[in-house]
T-cell receptor, first 115, second 111 residues
């Protein structure tokens, strides 16, 4: 069974530039999550999708971050413009259903460095 | 909202000894508590979880205990091995059905 795929694996940009991350969840998984993990901290949920609808985006900085999940499969997370404090690993995860007791499977992450 | 605290932040144990990591939570309505292991540069992976209707769960060398009254849960690793070295995260599902994560414990297994 293929796991959660993410690209790119690494990205270096300058502040005020834009960046986009892509995620392909496990086939058949209805729920998709984007997390931000700052070095030395636990993952912080940015946004959760159930199919192509947003379940929770309360911690997404909407002035600069946006995300979409077209057709309820792949998802993209965009930052525009980036700030220094956005440097982190961005993890995508998926689960079979919408219950948070469903196991979340993580992708390898995208390490973003903002200079 | 839910707050999850995890201790210690770093734990160093001799190979073969046991390791215990503790977490406390604040939302008494929380009812699901997973533990994730994250090796350096890799993704978090679920290693064990427990629901609030049980007090203990074991899987080979790993066990988790839950004390609902005190609102704390712990991860126990026995007979530690070098490959157990990683960062371990606890999490709790809050009353908004979201997973709230602890800050992580770096486990170091000394040969």
């Amino acid at each position: 069974e293929a796991g959660v795929a993410q690209s790119p694996r690494y990205k270096i940009i300058e502040k005020r530039q834009s960046v986009a991350f892509w995620c392909n969840p496990i086939s058949g998984h209805a729920t998709l999550y984007w997390y931000q993990q700052i070095l030395g901290q636990g993952p912080k949920l940015l946004i959760q999708f159930q199919n192509n609808g947003v379940v929770d985006d309360s911690q997404l900085p909407k002035d600069r971050f946006s995300a979409e999940r077209l057709k309820g499969v792949d998802s993209t997370l965009k930052i525009q413009p980036a700030k220094l404090e956005d440097s982190a690993v961005y993890l995508c995860a998926s689960s079979l259903g919408h219950l948070s007791t469903d196991t979340q499977y993580f992708g390898p992450g995208t390490r973003l460095t903002v200079l | 909202g839910e707050n999850v605290e995890q201790h210690p932040s770093t734990l160093s144990v001799q190979e073969g000894d046991s390791a215990v990591i503790k977490c406390t939570y604040s939302d008494s309505a929380s009812n699901y508590f997973p533990w994730y292991k994250q090796e350096l540069g890799k993704r978090p992976q679920l290693i064990i979880d427990i629901r609030s209707n049980v007090g203990e769960k074991k899987d080979q060398r790993i066990a988790v205990t839950l004390n609902k009254t005190a609102k704390h849960f712990s991860l126990h690793i026995t007979e530690t091995q070098p490959e157990d070295s990683a960062v371990y995260f606890c999490a709790a599902r809050d009353s908004n059905y979201q997973l709230i994560w602890g800050a992580g414990t770096k486990l170091i297994i000394k040969p």
